[in-house]
């Protein structure tokens, strides 16, 4: 077993073998080479792999490639689907919903339109981070345009119920868009029988490259959106700019291997979820953060009481995972949603966030529990703090 034990594939998973090898030999090809949109044969041959990769990542979610446009991940997918779509359509409205704990691509989007003159409700999360499709319906306004939500969050993994809340958009007459950077290939998407208009997807969430990523918009509800971007006509003018192919090729491969893996990983993965937390639950007063039940299957996030958050992820040299927040890890901030769900600052910095990938082991799962019952022990036996 190789120390660091990673264990932190929510923030990213280590690309999968085949797909480095296509990617490989794409960058060393006359394909690999050749402008997509030259063309020429290896700008014909470049083009052909796009659309094979385009099929690859359409499939995952039931959706048409055609529907499909690249991006350089979800951060991007998040602002091209929720600015783009209220650009698009302000005549219609100038409101929009959301939750009140949203990955920062969409809080931050959301924040720049309210800049326009957009207006945004944040819809409160129970003390679980479940969101009630009965409160984002009573959000709902005349001139509500679009919602956003995440399907499975990325620090505590609560899973909401984006088909009731995509039946409702419907009925209502909103767009509705959903962040799947961390459910796609773990939990079953189907963009029709969901209700979904707007689908944001990140390739290196799902042991692909970093740096690229993809929306869905479907083609009869949401075809445009105003671009970001400004330059040629690729990928329908949505997203202008030369496709990198070896990328683009990486995620199409990375898609359908989670797509093979459907019935397999999910399980075995939410398997090593359960046993670590089994092996962490008899750490005295140890919390879980996010529901008991309803969590997708490779996120584990919990508080521990009398112990100082710092200087647990020091003591956790061994392993790396992310702790307090993934996203404020620089500023030592207390993680903004851990709060939102009452935990005190204490506790909120006194967090981990394991997630656990593919290539994750029963021997790494019990390594990582057996090192931090003895940090936990360690500090508590140092300062016995109050929590
Ligand atoms: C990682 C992540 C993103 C950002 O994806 P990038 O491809 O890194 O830009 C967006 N939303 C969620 C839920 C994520 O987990």
Redesign the pocket.
């Known amino acids: 077993m190789n120390t660091p034990v990673y264990l932190d594939n929510?923030?990213s998973t280590p690309v999968d073998p085949a797909v480095a090898a296509l990617m490989q030999r794409l960058l060393q090809s006359p394909e690999g080479t050749a402008n997509p949109s030259a063309g020429h044969a290896a700008g014909r041959a470049a083009a052909a792999v796009i659309e094979q990769a385009r099929r690859e990542v359409a499939a995952l979610i039931h959706a048409d490639p055609g529907e499909i446009v690249f991006t350089?991940?979800?951060?991007?997918s998040?602002n091209l689907a929720i600015i783009g779509a209220a650009r698009f359509r302000r005549r219609f409205g100038r409101h929009l919903v959301t939750s009140a704990i949203e990955?920062p691509?969409?809080l931050e989007s959301c924040r720049a339109l309210e800049a326009e003159g957009f207006q945004v409700s944040y819809v409160a999360p129970d003390d679980r981070g479940r969101v009630a499709a009965a409160d984002i319906a009573a959000a709902l306004r005349p001139d509500t345009i679009l919602v956003s939500l995440?399907h499975a969050?990325?620090e505590i993994g609560v899973v909401q119920d984006i088909a009731a809340v995509g039946a409702l958009c419907r009925r209502h007459g909103a767009l509705f868009h959903v962040?799947a950077?961390?459910s796609a290939g773990r939990l079953p998407l189907d963009v029709r029988a969901q209700c979904i208009d707007l689908l944001?997807l990140?390739?290196?969430?799902l042991h692909g490259p970093?740096g690229i990523?993809a929306l869905f918009l479907d083609r009869e509800r949401c075809r445009r959106v105003t671009p970001l971007l400004h330059g040629g006509g690729q990928e329908r003018g949505l997203r202008p700019g030369t496709l990198p192919t070896h990328q683009v090729a990486g995620m199409g491969r990375a898609f359908a291997l989670a797509a093979q893996r459907l019935n397999e990983d999910p399980p075995r993965i939410a398997g090593l979820r359960d046993r670590l937390w089994r092996r962490l639950a008899t750490i005295p007063g140890i919390l879980l953060n996010g529901p008991e039940q309803g969590r997708v299957c490779h996120i584990l996030n919990v508080s521990i009481p009398g112990v100082d958050g710092e200087s647990l992820r020091l003591a956790l040299r061994e392993l790396a995972v992310a702790g307090g927040s993934a996203c404020t890890a620089e500023t030592g901030e207390p993680s903004p949603v851990l709060r939102r769900l009452g935990r005190s600052e204490p506790l909120a910095l006194a967090s981990l966030r394991f997630s656990i990938g593919r290539q994750n082991t029963e021997q790494e799962i019990d390594f990582a529990a057996e090192c931090v019952h003895a940090a936990v022990e360690r500090l508590r036996a140092l300062a016995p703090a109050e929590a």
């Open positions: 929510a923030a350089s991940g979800a951060t991007e998040d990955h691509a969409v995440l969050h990325n962040d950077a961390q944001s990140s390739a290196h969430k970093k990523g």
